[in-house]
């Protein structure tokens, strides 16, 4: 039967967890990879897969039922976002959180003016954990939710450094902090402010002839991604980055404790232990890439988060078959 034809717009950690989760789901094919960088200096992990120009994308709309988009949040997503979901069905991980709500209505504009579905920010913050913290307010409303992350690799704040100025190349990882942990475990329910949740720790290549403390401040002050953190930056070489950096693990929780009826006490708890955060945020893509195909096939138009698919057109198993086998 016809596979779901997928495209790969920016090829980094995710364009390349993307291409191989692909091929781990049999009732879908990948087209081609988009890169703003000449497609020579870009090796796929299977090299008969074809990488093409960023600019010839537009003479694939009919090759291509669904475009993931891998471009990083900082500064490639608000561009591209929009500019792509007015030519294509797009999924995208999107994940400045406090810009979201900008971020859907200018790319849902644009989907819904080129006749396109587009699932934004999907993956596992926001994604995932994005559901499992819906899913806790709505079943126990008289509690309290809490997320943690890590200790881990944060892509997208990874990405934020190595977006500044006299940055070589740079990595963030994100560190929960144990007592903030243990209170909420104690079923405490305290009141903790973003600063004493987690705190930032960026591992950073100066670019040739950039100021040490000018990369620092510019970091560690960065509205939305490091400002509300006690963060610190360590300079290292390339060859310390290469050899110390290059695993890419993350992980987390989300715990919502509530109270119900008589005031019993109630946890719930979802949680992620990953050996590769890029790996598993294109599964999550990949499985959403479904969706959005069904969804544009149904005749749905415009932006959607997580919040508004329904789980069974993640799975390639008909709503029979899922009534069958996981109800
Ligand atoms: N919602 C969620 O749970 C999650 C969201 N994310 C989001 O995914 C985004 C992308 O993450 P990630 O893939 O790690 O970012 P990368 O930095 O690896 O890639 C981002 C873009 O940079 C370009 N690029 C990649 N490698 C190179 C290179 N060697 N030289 C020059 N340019 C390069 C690519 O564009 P091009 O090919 O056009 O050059 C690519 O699309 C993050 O910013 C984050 O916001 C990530 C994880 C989880
Ligand atoms: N979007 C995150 C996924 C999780 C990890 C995270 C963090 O460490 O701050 N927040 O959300 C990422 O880019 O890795």
Not at 196 to 219: N, P, S
Not at 276 to 292: K, W
Request: proline content about 6%.
């Amino acid at each position: 039967s016809k596979k779901i034809r997928i495209g790969i717009a920016g090829y980094g950690n995710l364009g390349r967890g993307v291409e191989s989760a692909v091929a781990q789901n049999a009732d879908m094919e990948l087209v081609g990879v988009f890169s703003r960088r000449p497609p020579a200096s870009v090796s796929l992990l299977d090299a008969s897969v074809p990488v093409y120009p960023w600019d010839d994308i537009e003479n694939f709309r009919d090759a291509i039922d669904v475009l993931i988009l891998c471009g990083g949040s900082r500064t490639d997503l608000p561009e591209q976002g929009p500019a792509l979901a007015r030519a294509f069905t797009t999924v995208d991980s999107f994940d400045t959180h406090a810009r979201i709500p900008e971020y859907y209505a200018a790319v849902d504009a644009a989907a819904q003016a080129g006749g396109n579905v587009a699932l934004i920010s999907v993956g596992w913050d926001p994604g995932l954990f994005s559901l499992n913290r819906l899913f806790g307010e709505a079943i126990l409303p008289e509690g309290a939710t809490y997320t943690f992350w890590g200790k881990g690799l944060s892509q997208g704040h990874s990405d934020a450094v190595r977006r500044v100025p006299g940055v070589k190349g740079g990595v963030q990882y994100t560190v929960p902090v144990p007592q903030a942990v243990q209170r909420v475990r104690d079923g405490e329910q305290p009141v903790l402010s973003t600063r004493e949740k987690h705190k930032r720790e960026c591992f950073v290549v100066l670019a040739e002839g950039a100021d040490q403390a000018q990369v620092r401040d510019a970091i560690v002050t960065m509205p939305d991604y490091f400002a509300d953190y006690d963060t610190t930056v360590t300079f290292i070489s390339e060859e310390t980055l290469r050899r110390e950096h290059n695993a890419m693990p993350h992980g987390g929780f989300v715990i919502r404790s509530g109270t119900t009826g008589t005031g019993n006490k109630q946890i719930m708890e979802y949680a992620l232990a990953l050996d590769s955060n890029p790996e598993f945020t294109s599964s999550v893509l990949v499985a959403y890439a479904r969706a959005a195909y069904r969804l544009k096939q149904a005749g749905e138009r415009g932006a959607r988060s997580v919040f508004d698919v329904a789980p069974g057109l993640l799975s390639p198993k008909s709503a029979a078959e899922l009534r069958k086998e996981l109800l």
